[in-house]
């Protein structure tokens, strides 16, 4: 069974930054693609970014303009969101994901079959 947890939420100021982990565990932990989602309050929720562990594929939500590089360290089982030049529209609940469904790239969310439990963010002044 795989288990993800994300770490690093919190409250940012307009303009600053937060990284965001997400420690993936398993027996073994798939070699699938992972993915970063958000849920605005009210809103659906979008992916922000998808890579692969290896890094051959990247995928990025218009939304981020750049500024949300994805990025993924194989020996730690982590995946990362850095997150730069915040707004108050990127108020948001951050899930990661794995996908072991779907053969488009990057697919959307009912490819992604494992969760986990959202990190808040919170962009304000």
């Known amino acids: 069974q795989v288990q993800l947890v994300e770490s690093g939420g919190g409250l940012v100021e307009p303009g600053g930054s937060l990284r965001l982990a997400c420690a993936v565990s398993g027996r073994p932990v798939p070699n699938a693609p992972v993915g970063w989602f958000r849920q605005p309050p009210g809103k659906e929720r979008e992916l922000v970014a998808a890579?692969?562990?290896?890094?051959?594929?990247?995928y990025y939500g218009d939304s981020m303009q750049g500024r949300f590089p994805i990025s993924t360290d194989r020996v730690k089982t982590t995946v990362y969101l850095e997150m730069n030049t915040m707004r108050p529209e990127d108020t948001a609940v951050y899930y990661c994901?794995?996908?072991?469904?779907?053969?488009?790239?990057?697919?959307?969310?009912?490819?992604?079959?494992?969760w986990g439990p959202g990190t808040q963010v919170t962009v304000s002044s």
């Open positions: 890579r692969t562990w290896a890094g051959d594929l990247t």
């Open positions: 994901a794995i996908r072991r469904r779907g053969s488009t790239w990057p697919g959307d969310s009912a490819d992604f079959d494992s």
